[in-house]
């Protein structure tokens, strides 16, 4: 697996990141890869990237401006419990009893388990929308019981 960590950018780093998103940004749309030209004191050359690459560009840029670290794992990367009890923000023993409940798939290797980082972004997803439902929900019967009008 192929993880690649960056720590918070320091203040000098946020604020080139910022300069750097706001030239970038009007030329970011859906699809449409971009050509940079990539130069140091002795050479000029240009470089195309996907539009893929340039929006996940785009994306470390924001958190840099943010502030934020960041981590870029593969798609088919398969983590240890700890890293992706980081990932949902959940204790180790709780994201074990998902697993143990069937929540998220998961495979041993030897007495280690191993979860594949598609299979945990398909169970946030599928978290993310159940909560969405229930406050969905929660709004219609608040609704129905007239407590908006306290």
């Known amino acids: 697996m192929v993880t690649i960590d960056v720590l918070p950018p320091t203040e000098t780093e946020s604020s080139q990141a910022r300069e750097s998103y706001e030239k970038l940004a009007p030329f970011v749309e859906p699809k449409r ?4 030209i990539v130069a140091d004191a002795e050479h000029k050359e240009p470089i195309q990237l996907s539009a893929e690459v340039v929006a996940l560009l785009k994306k470390v840029l924001e958190a840099m401006v943010a502030g934020h670290g960041i981590t870029l794992i593969p798609l088919h990367a398969e983590l240890t419990t700890m890293e992706a ?7 180790r023993p709780y994201l074990i009893k998902l697993l143990e409940a069937d929540e998220i798939p998961y495979r041993k290797v030897g007495r280690h388990r191993r979860i594949r980082l598609e299979d ?3 169970y946030m997803k599928e978290s993310d929308r159940k909560s969405r439902a229930a406050m ?15």
């Open 33 to 36: 890869p971009l050509t940079f």
């Open 85 to 91: 009890a980081d990932i949902l923000n959940v204790s």
């Open 120 to 122: 945990l972004m398909a």
């Open 136 to 150: 969905d929900e929660l709004v219609v019967l608040s609704e129905e019981l007239g407590l908006y009008d306290l």
